[in-house]
């Protein structure tokens, strides 16, 4: 079954005549089933590949960036786990579609759009105010660099602003 797996990756990472790496997009759908929120913008899935062939694998929300759990400061740790609290919440079904979906830049992942009954929930994450656009280029924005509101709220259009 590992034999399997890796001819099938092999055979999604088409290679040039000069033999670099041609980056792919599988446009999807591809269903999948969520085993575990990582954090609040990555995932762990089973994907249905084929009929009788599945793959688990970690799947990052593409064009999104949530704070992070290790969090340089208290404000982006509180964040952190509103944005997975959030991301458990709208995946309770379990079931969703991988779009758009290629390798992570960094490896041993993927990077897709997560659909839940059609909506896009990395766009969903940002209109709660519990991610930000992110291109996946560049550094990204702290969320360390401003104060939560006087109400205690953390979701707040000043962590939009720049640094």
């Known amino acids: 079954m ?6 099938l990756a ?3 990472m ?19 089933v969520v085993l575990r929120v990582v954090d609040g913008d ?12 599945e793959m688990r694998t970690l799947v990052r ?21 509103q944005a997975r609290a959030h991301l458990e919440q709208r995946l309770e079904a379990g079931v969703v579609e ?24 990395g766009a969903d994450l940002v209109a709660h105010g519990l991610a930000r656009p992110y291109s ?3 550094p990204r924005k702290s969320w360390c660099n401003n ?4 109400d205690g709220d953390v979701r707040s259009d000043t962590l939009f602003s720049s640094p």
């Open 10 to 12: 092999a055979l999604m």
């Open 14 to 32: 088409p290679v040039t005549a000069a033999g670099t790496e041609v980056p792919t997009l599988t446009k999807g759908p591809v269903r999948a």
């Open 42 to 53: 990555s995932v762990e899935v089973r994907a249905h590949l084929w009929p009788g062939l």
């Open 98 to 121: 991988l779009h758009d979906i290629r390798h992570d830049k960094y490896g041993g992942r993927v990077t897709a759009r997560l659909l839940v009954d059609a909506a896009d929930v």
């Open 147 to 150: 104060t939560p509101p006087p």
């Open 2 to 7: 590992r034999a399997l797996l890796l001819a």
């Open 61 to 81: 929300l593409r064009g999104v960036d949530a704070p992070e759990l290790r969090a340089r400061c208290p404000l982006e740790r509180q964040l952190a786990q």
């Open 136 to 138: 996946g280029k560049g």
